[in-house]
């Protein structure tokens, strides 16, 4: 058989050794830069910033996640209670009832025209393990129908403390029923 048959016969040859001769040739012309570029650099960047945000603090125990979520999870019930009294047209409290629960009621009129907790929650919550209220227990923060506190005496600081770090978060309500986280 004529070498030129043999190539003829077999196309995947001829085909194979065209892609060796060009990769071959390719090498020898590509010439390795010496460092990065932009993008692999903010790639790189990200990748590590989302490693460090989400990855340190649950190696740390995640304690300072669990404080900074507890918090906003407050001032989140807090401003939902105030917006649940506005737009219902009824008082609304959330009370602080141990040093690791709080739980929001909507009130009604009695009789006599007073204003009364009803016998079930709307909402409750418990703190992760290890957080506690170390200020504000037994408060009750009570909004009236203009999303105002019921009395400024309600108004007041609640504070959660990590125990194991001995860190806090404070969350303060003002009389206009604003919350400051």
């Known amino acids: 058989m004529p070498l030129t048959d043999a190539f003829v016969a ?4 001829l085909a194979g050794m065209a892609l060796h001769d060009a990769l071959r040739d390719g ?13 692999e650099v903010v790639a790189t960047i990200a990748i590590l910033g989302i ?14 996640l669990a404080l900074f979520q507890s918090h906003e999870q407050l001032v989140a019930d807090l401003r939902n209670t105030r917006a649940d009294a506005l737009i219902s047209g009824d008082h609304f ?14 009130m009604s009129l009695d009789g006599g025209g ?3 907790p009803a016998t079930t929650t709307t909402r409750s919550r418990i703190l992760p393990a290890g957080l506690t209220f170390s200020a504000g227990v037994g408060a009750q ?6 999303g105002l506190l019921a009395s400024a005496a309600n108004a007041g600081t609640v504070e959660i403390t990590d125990g194991r770090t001995g860190f806090k978060s404070r969350v ?5 029923g604003q919350v400051q986280p």
């Open 141 to 146: 923060f009570e909004f009236n129908t203009r």
């Open 114 to 116: 007073n204003w009364q």
């Open 93 to 106: 409290r959330l009370d602080v009832t141990s040093t690791n629960t709080y739980a929001e009621y909507r």
């Open 27 to 39: 090498i020898r012309r590509v010439r390795h830069p010496a460092g990065f570029s932009a993008l």
């Open 10 to 13: 077999r196309p995947s040859l």
């Open 172 to 176: 303060v309500l003002w009389p206009s």
């Open 51 to 64: 490693v460090l945000r989400f990855g340190v603090p649950r190696l740390a125990g995640g304690s300072d």
